[in-house]
C-alpha cells in the first residue's frame, strides 16, 4: 500500500526529485550522481530511501543501465513538473522584486484566440518584462488546468463542468459561428448557400457533447437533416487548418472571429451560408476563492476595460 501523503511530503527531498530526473535522462547512477553532485554510493542510497518513502520500485537494472518502471515513469513526470514550476516560482519573484515582469498562465478555447491575443498584446505593451504561458485546449481540460493551480484565469465555458459553482465567470463575448473551407472548395463562388447543399460534405468537428458540436448538430436537427456520420473530429486549429488546405472538399466550423482571421490571411474562404444558431458566450473564468496575482488583476482589468460591443458585452 502507497504511504500517505502526509508521509510522503514529510520525508520527500527536492534533491531527490533532482536525482530522478537525472536518472531518467542519463540511465546512469553514475552519471546522474555527477549531475547532481553525490557520490555513486550516496546516489545509490538516495534511490533507495525515494522507494522506500513511496513504497515503491522505480527502476529496474537492465544491460542498457537503470529503466525506470511503470512507476518510476509517472513520479518521473510529475518530478519534471515540480521541477518546472520552482523555476517558474523563482522567475516569477525575480519580477516581483524588480517591480515589473512577473508570470502569467492563461487558458484560451480556439474560439476566443483573438480576443485573447488582442488584450495580452495591449498589456504587453505596458509589461514588456513580463512571462506568459497560454494554452490552447478545450473547456472541460481548461477548468481541470485551473483547478491544479497551471492556469491564472481561462477564457472558456463553466457550463461544460459538473461544478461551475467552483468559478467566478463573466461573460464576455457572444460566439457566432461561421462555415470555413479552403478557397478551392466548389461552393465558395456560390451567392448563397444552404445547409443541405453540404449535407453531405465531410465536416471537420469538435468532440460531441462540445459547445460547438451541439450548435452544429442543432442547426441539422432545425434543417430537418442528418447529422453527418463521416466526421472528422479535433480541437486543434492548426489540425483543422491543415485538413482544410489539403482537401478543397473538407468544410468546418470555426467561430467568425477566427475564421475572418483566416480568410484575411487567405487561408481559408467564408462560405456563404447563414447559420442560425449561436454558440454559449466565452467567459473569463478563474476560480473562486483564489487570489489572483497583480499581474493576472492587470490583465483582468485591460481585458475587461476594452468595451465590446453592446450585443457582444454581458455580465453573468
Not at 135 to 155: F, K, P, W, Y
Not at 218 to 239: I, M
Not at 294 to 314: G, N, W, Y
Request: include cysteine; charge should be negative.
Amino acid at each position: 500500500m502507497l504511504p500517505s501523503l502526509s508521509s510522503i511530503t514529510s520525508r520527500l527531498h527536492l534533491k531527490q526529485l533532482r536525482l530522478l530526473i537525472a536518472l531518467a535522462d542519463h540511465g546512469s547512477l553514475l552519471r546522474a550522481a555527477e549531475q547532481v553532485a553525490l557520490t555513486q554510493p550516496g546516489a545509490s542510497k538516495a534511490l533507495q530511501e525515494i522507494e522506500l518513502t513511496l513504497g515503491a520500485q522505480l527502476f529496474v537494472r537492465t544491460n542498457r543501465g537503470l529503466e525506470p518502471t511503470d512507476l518510476g515513469h509517472c513520479v518521473i513526470r510529475y518530478a519534471r513538473l515540480i521541477h518546472t514550476d520552482l523555476a517558474h516560482l523563482r522567475e516569477e519573484m525575480i519580477g516581483i522584486m524588480q517591480g515589473h515582469g512577473g508570470r502569467l498562465a492563461l487558458g484560451v478555447i480556439m474560439g476566443a484566440v483573438p480576443l485573447l491575443t488582442d488584450a495580452l498584446s495591449r498589456l504587453l505593451e505596458k509589461r514588456p518584462a513580463l512571462s506568459v504561458e497560454i494554452v490552447e485546449d478545450t473547456s472541460a481540460r481548461l477548468l481541470h488546468l485551473l483547478d491544479q493551480g497551471r492556469l491564472d484565469m481561462a477564457i472558456c465555458r463553466t457550463s461544460i463542468s459538473q461544478r461551475p459553482y467552483l468559478y467566478d465567470s463573466v461573460n464576455i463575448h457572444n460566439e457566432q459561428l461561421a462555415v470555413v473551407a479552403n478557397v478551392n472548395h466548389p461552393m465558395a463562388a456560390q451567392p448563397q448557400l444552404q445547409l443541405a447543399d453540404l449535407a453531405e460534405s465531410r465536416w471537420v468537428v469538435y468532440s460531441a457533447n462540445m459547445p460547438m458540436r451541439l450548435s452544429l448538430e442543432r442547426e441539422f436537427h432545425e434543417a430537418d437533416l442528418r447529422f453527418p456520420l463521416h466526421l472528422l473530429e479535433t480541437t486543434s486549429a492548426f489540425t483543422t487548418l491543415s485538413l482544410l488546405q489539403k482537401n478543397p472538399l473538407f468544410v468546418a466550423l470555426m467561430s467568425v472571429d477566427v475564421a475572418q482571421f483566416c480568410t484575411g490571411f487567405g487561408m481559408t474562404c467564408i462560405l456563404p451560408l447563414q447559420l442560425q444558431s449561436r454558440s454559449e458566450p466565452y467567459q473569463l473564468v478563474t476560480r473562486r476563492d483564489t487570489p489572483l496575482s497583480p499581474v493576472a488583476q492587470l490583465f483582468i482589468k485591460e481585458f475587461t476595460e476594452v468595451p465590446l460591443p453592446e450585443s457582444d458585452a454581458t455580465e453573468q
